[in-house]
Structures are given as C-alpha cells and as structure tokens.
C-alpha cells in the first residue's frame, strides 16, 4: 500500500492557510443542489441502500396479485390493473421513513455537527437530502411500473398517464417526507426511527384503497380511509393511471401534502436548531 | 492591538438535574492557542458547542469576535469552524468528495472548489488517499482529513475538541504542526484536551474546567508552579511494600504523595528536583524494591488532585451519566 501515512508538507500547508478572501455566501438552491449531490454520491457508494427500494415492491406485488388477486377481483390480471398504482404509492410512501434513518445517522456520526456550524440557508442540508430521495423514489417507481408491465399491467392513461402520476407521488411523498426529517431529529437512535415509523406508516398504508375498495369495510373503517392522506394520494395516482378525471382527488392530494409540511416543516427546523 | 476572540459570561447549560457548564466566565484574546483542559465530563465539549451555535446556554451570555452566539449565531458560524470529537466528514463519501461538498456549500465556484481541495489534500499528505472512502483511513489520516475540512474557509477561530485523543504518537505530532502552522497564519484556536503536556506544548494560556466550572486559568507555567515543578512515580515489585514507600517519599518531599491506581503505584509531587535522588537512594536502603520509576511533568491526575483535591477519574465517574450524553434530555 502506498496510500498510508505521507507527512503534512508544511510549506503547501502554510499556502492553503494564507488563500485569499473568503467565497461570497452560496445561494440556498446552491447548498441545497450540493447536499442533494452528496445523497446521490452515498447511493453510488453505499448500492445497498436501494435493496429496500427493489425488494419490497417486487415482493408486494406478487404477494398481493398472485395471492390475493383471484379472491379480491376474480382473477389476476384484473387484480393487477387495480392494485398496481396502489402498491407503487405505499412503495414510495413507505421508503419516505429512509429520510429519517438516514438523518438520525448522521447526527450520530457527527456529520451533522460541522453542517450545523455552516453559514448556509439553514434547511439546506434537509432540503438536499429531501431532493437526493427523489432520485430513489423516481428509481422505486419505474422499478414498480416496469415490473407491472411485464406481469401484464396496461395503463389506460398512457405514458402521459403514467408519467402525471409519478409526478403526483413525487410531490406527496417530499411533503410526506417532513414528517420523517422531524421524528430523525428527535429519535434517539436509527432503529427507533425505524420503528415509529413502521408503526405510523403499517396502518396508514394498508388502512387505505391500495388493496381493496373500501365500499366492502365497515362505516368507522371507512371514515378513517377517507380522512387518511394516503387515499387521496392512490385515488389520485390510479385516475391518472388510468385515465380517468380525479382532479378532485389531485386537489386533495396537494392539499394533503400542503398541511402535512405546513406542520412538520417547522417542526423540524425548529428541532434542528435545537438539537441538544 | 490584540482583540478578544471570545467572552462568555456566567454561561450555563443544564441537562436534566445536571448542570454541565456552570457559571464559566472567560476571556480569550485573539490569536494563538488556548487550551481547555479537564477531564472527560468536565463540561469542555458542552461549552464549545454553545461557542460554536450548536446549542443554546440556558443561562449567561457568550460571545465569539463581539458576536452573540445566539442572537447572531449566523455571524458567528461565518467566523468559526469546529472539529469535533467524533469525526464530522462522512465516512462513505471519499475524502476528495467530502472537501468539494464543503467547497461548494461554503460559495466556491465547481473549479475553485476542486482547486481547493486538491491543495488541501496535498497540504495534509492526503492526495494518494483522496478517492479512497473515509471509512477505510486510519485514525490519523481521518483526522487530518477533519481538519482540512474545518479550513476549506480559514476561519479566524477553530474549534479542536480533543484532537489528538486515540491518536498514535507521530499523528499527535502531525497534528500539533499542523495546529503550529494555523496560529502562525492568525486562526485562533480553542483546544480541548485531556493532556497537560499538550495544553502546555501548544497553548499560551490554559483554563482548567472541572465539574462545569473553570477551576484555574493563566499561562501554563503559572498552572503548573501551582502544581509543583514535577511528580515522581515509583512502580513497586511487591505492592505490599506500599505504606512504607509512601511514608518515606512523604518525609522526602512533604504531604503530597498519594497511592496510584494501580496497587504497586506511588506518585509524590516534587518542588525540588534535587531531593529525588536522594528519595531514590533512601527506598533502596529500606529495601524496597523498584519495578521502575520516572521523574517528570504533572499529570492531569496531579494537577487534579492539587487544584480540587479529587483525581480526574472521580470527576469521571461523578459527572459521566449525564455528560457522555447530552443528548439525554430529548424524548
């Protein structure tokens, strides 16, 4: 090995210190850009990450269409048509918690000790890693789409369809994301993160329209379908899929996302600053 | 026309029932080294994190450069930069991704930011390890790597808490240069450590915190005339020979001998180092038996003991529950 110990060079390390004035003050979308960079660069290092983005789709749907499909809709391609928009939503839904997995590690690595001393627009560091999970929730949805296609899913809505929708799930899941960013913040460790989250998103997710019309439950199960964002966010998804009309649910959707960070966003920047 | 770096007032922190930092006034002028010296516990980390933003004081006040680091915290993180205890890069990025990341978000244009870093990792002796994953450095060169990090701007006061500590003896040195070259270029540097010999290689003055107070503060050799110019520590081959050693070194040197943690362990305080020769010649005429002995600076043990009459390791035990976890006060 070559790459161990080579000394510190003294005269290159009085030049480095003597550099000229300090860089103007990076603009928020520039640190936010550079942070989400950094989530991008942990993914091309660390592949692993995205196993639970792959896994957990392939294994709902099979689970769900081959299982349950001939029993819930007659048989299993019609199930397939229904529950494939469903089972990409709570997909993504579901990966939103790596959020805050990802943020509590930080904290105990003490990465976020130095981000926290930048002079930066303050929610950059979230913000970027917010934009790095885009980039795997896009990855999580057409893994999703394309295994659909394969097993026979046939969106009426076409690619613009398809394409609408993902674009909905997007925009809910980075809304949905805050609430995460925020119990990351506060937990003490990675594993509880993990398993507040589990308890939160479990019902949420399955509490839904992703498997099963709802008209079949009974009333107080159903009012609860109704309030729960995560309807909306399906009910918008599958109509776009489809091609049906559901601005309404479109509407509610973003409605959802907007109270869900009108909370959360505070409260996390509030248990940012805070911390300790 | 020296300023003053930093100024705190009566600060306090609190977690839970305990208080970490408890009325700490200080003034440290600008330019060159100041040590922050105490055991783990103290309350040295909880105060440099107030310093550097990352925490509100429940009381007092604290300044950085006339800043309150409260009320203007954001001017106060344009000054300063911390490395902290535990490494603050990230250990999957490489080391080259870890300086460009810090470029850009600190206003370097992409190619100043390269730029940058490639003279940082040069400057460090770090460039053959640049596209390597930080978790696969030594010790040592993450350490380096920290720093750099915390000078991707200079910044006119740095932070090091406990640079050096697990460090093998060659990267302490490293270190130390590296700390040498900063102040000689303006940085001012507040240095926490656990060592009194380098508190005393490296700072000008030195605080000694103790239980979230400061319990001395002056230039290290004012610090360590208080403490007496030296101990002497005898290691016994028969333990058993104890009580005679620490009589005969007590009439030797006066009252300040005390028993080691180690059972064949003595430790005398010496103001004269004529009379340990001596000491010496009169424990092999008693017979007792030495493994060895040395002659030499105070630890912080010593300087513990003479300042608070209680080692460092008992602050220790006192204060660790809820120091070595500040975080105990979040659900």
């Known amino acids: 090995m070559t790459t161990t110990e080579a000394p510190v060079a003294a005269e290159k390390l009085d030049a480095v210190l003597a550099t000229g004035p300090r860089p103007p003050r990076a603009s928020a979308v520039t640190t936010s850009l550079a942070f989400g960079w950094r989530a991008l660069l942990r993914i091309r290092h660390v592949p692993e990450q995205l196993f639970d983005v792959t896994l957990f789709p392939v294994i709902s749907v099979l689970l769900f269409t081959y299982l349950f499909g001939g029993a819930i809709a007659g048989s299993t391609s019609e199930y397939l048509q229904f529950v494939l928009p469903g089972i990409l939503v709570q997909t993504v839904v579901m990966i939103t918690m790596y959020t805050g997995i990802a943020l509590n590690t930080d904290i105990e690595k003490g990465v976020f000790d130095r981000i926290r001393t930048l002079p930066i627009w303050r929610p950059s560091a979230l913000v970027g890693a917010l934009l790095g999970d885009a980039v795997r929730y896009t990855l999580a949805s057409v893994f999703v789409v394309t295994l659909g296609l394969v097993l026979g899913y046939r969106p009426d809505g076409g690619l613009v369809g398809v394409v609408a929708g993902v674009a909905v799930l997007m925009a809910f899941s980075f809304a949905f994301s805050w609430i995460w960013t925020w119990v990351g913040l506060l937990a003490r460790s990675a594993q509880s993160v993990m398993g507040i989250s589990m308890m939160v998103l479990f019902p949420l997710a399955f509490l839904s329209p992703v498997f099963v019309d709802p008209s079949t439950m009974p009333d107080w199960l159903q009012t609860f379908v109704e309030i729960n964002p995560i309807s909306h966010a399906v009910y918008a998804v599958r109509g776009l899929m489809s091609g049906d009309s559901v601005g309404d649910e479109i509407m509610w959707t973003f409605i959802a996302s907007a109270i869900i960070m009108a909370i959360f966003a505070p409260l996390t920047m509030r248990a940012y600053s805070r911390r300790r | ?331």
């Not at chain 2, 009252?255 to 943690?261: I, K, L, M, R």
Request: glycine share 10%.
């Open chain 2, 1 to 331: 026309m020296t300023g003053i770096a930093i100024e705190t007032h009566e600060l306090v922190k609190q977690f839970g029932d305990k208080r970490a930092v408890d009325g700490i006034d200080l003034v440290v002028p600008e330019g060159g080294v100041y040590g922050f010296l105490g055991p783990n516990g103290a309350g040295k980390t909880t105060t440099i994190q107030i310093l550097a933003t990352l925490m509100r004081p429940d009381g007092g006040t604290a300044s950085v450069f006339g800043h309150d680091v409260v009320r203007e915290a954001d001017e106060v993180r344009s000054m300063v930069s911390l490395t902290g205890q535990y490494s603050s890069v990230d250990e999957d990025l490489t080391g080259r991704e870890n300086l460009q990341l810090l470029g850009r978000v600190l206003g370097y244009s992409r190619a100043d930011a390269r730029t940058r870093c490639d003279d940082l990792l040069e400057a460090f002796g770090l460039t053959d390890a640049a596209t390597k994953q930080v978790k696969r450095y030594s010790g040592g060169m993450r350490r380096r790597l920290d720093i750099a990090a915390s000078i991707v701007v200079t910044p006119r006061l740095l932070f090091l808490d406990e640079p050096t500590t697990g460090l093998d003896p060659r990267s302490r040195k490293q270190v130390w240069d590296i700390v040498r070259a900063l102040t000689a270029r303006g940085t001012t540097v507040l240095l926490t450590t656990q060592y009194l010999d380098e508190a005393d290689q490296l700072a000008e003055r030195i605080a000694v915190i103790d239980t979230g107070r400061i319990i001395a503060e002056g230039t290290s050799s004012a610090l360590k005339s208080s403490v007496g110019s030296g101990a002497l520590h005898v290691h016994l081959i028969d333990p058993g020979d104890r009580p005679r050693a620490i009589d005969i070194l007590t009439r030797a040197f006066g009252d300040e001998v005390f028993p080691g943690s180690d059972p064949a362990d003595v430790t005398g305080r010496v103001d004269d180092r004529s009379k340990v020769p001596a000491a010496l010649a009169t424990l092999a005429a008693d017979g007792v038996e030495l493994a060895g002995f040395s002659y030499g600076q105070p630890t912080l043990d010593e300087v513990f003991l003479a300042l608070t009459g209680h080692t460092a390791e008992e602050t220790l035990e006192a204060g660790d529950s809820t120091q070595n976890d500040p975080e105990g006060a979040v659900a």
